[in-house]
């Protein structure tokens, strides 16, 4: 069965610092990895998705992760953090039994310190 | 489109009373998800439909919760009687099968935010 893990319920950084936001995952197949974002009180938006292919992948908000099968970890980040950014994001793994479900993490809440 | 539309978006009831939450997907999606969010346990996948039919409810805590889609446009979660431990934000999102060499996308709605006093 495939399951993602979040290391850091909570992570702060100073503004303009590097964000880094951690996920591995487990899979017996090739996995889909995802990376969702949530404001306060709104529901979950895409920022990123790896299905094939590079393994950098580039999504909105100047956020990028990067797919290491090695290390079975599909790590977040953006170079220099804003105000903004502070929210929770989950990172998650498509169910590849032939369903169309996402597996989530337990989410990292990401505080931006001004 | 207007995206995932949930409402209520907050509801304030009473134990024992009858709670009807409902989403319309986005048109041409074809998947429908029903996820509960709690600080306790984070994000809880309830049910899913394909094509208006259920095709897992594993998630569904107990008897006392139920979903439907009556078409694919439109579908509610049902809780009778609630409890006060039903408490939570419950989250629609649909998507469209990306296929085996697709990945799909979950579209989110902003999520109703239940309170069970």
């Known amino acids: 069965a495939q399951s993602v893990t979040q290391l850091g319920s909570h992570v702060s950084v100073s503004e303009g610092a590097l964000v880094l936001l951690r996920c591995n995952y487990s899979?017996?197949?090739?996995?889909?990895l995802f990376w969702y974002v949530q404001y306060p009180n709104q529901g979950l938006q895409l920022l990123l998705k790896?299905?094939?292919?590079?393994?950098l992948v580039k999504g909105i908000n100047g956020f990028e992760a990067e797919f290491k099968k090695s290390e079975t970890s599909f790590h977040l980040t953006k170079p220099s953090a804003h105000m903004s950014d502070a929210a929770e994001y989950f990172c998650a793994v498509r169910d590849q039994t032939g369903a169309n479900n996402l597996f989530f993490g337990t989410g990292t809440r990401l505080t931006v310190i001004p | 489109d207007a995206g995932v539309i949930q409402s209520p978006r907050h509801e304030v009831t009473e134990m024992g009373q009858e709670v009807t939450l409902r989403c319309k997907p986005i048109s041409g999606h074809d998947y429908l998800f029903w996820y509960r969010q709690t600080m306790m346990r984070g994000l809880e996948l309830l049910i899913y439909f394909n094509n208006n039919v259920p095709i897992d409810d594993s998630g569904m805590p107990e008897d006392r919760f139920s979903a439907k889609m009556p078409n694919a446009s439109f579908s509610t979660l049902k809780i009778q009687p609630s409890e006060p431990r039903d408490s939570a934000v419950y989250f629609c999102a649909s998507s469209l099968f990306g296929g085996s060499s697709g990945a799909n996308v979950l579209t989110f709605g902003a999520g109703s935010r239940l309170t069970v006093l």
């Open positions: 790896y299905t094939t292919g590079a393994t």
């Open positions: 899979s017996s197949v090739p996995p889909y």
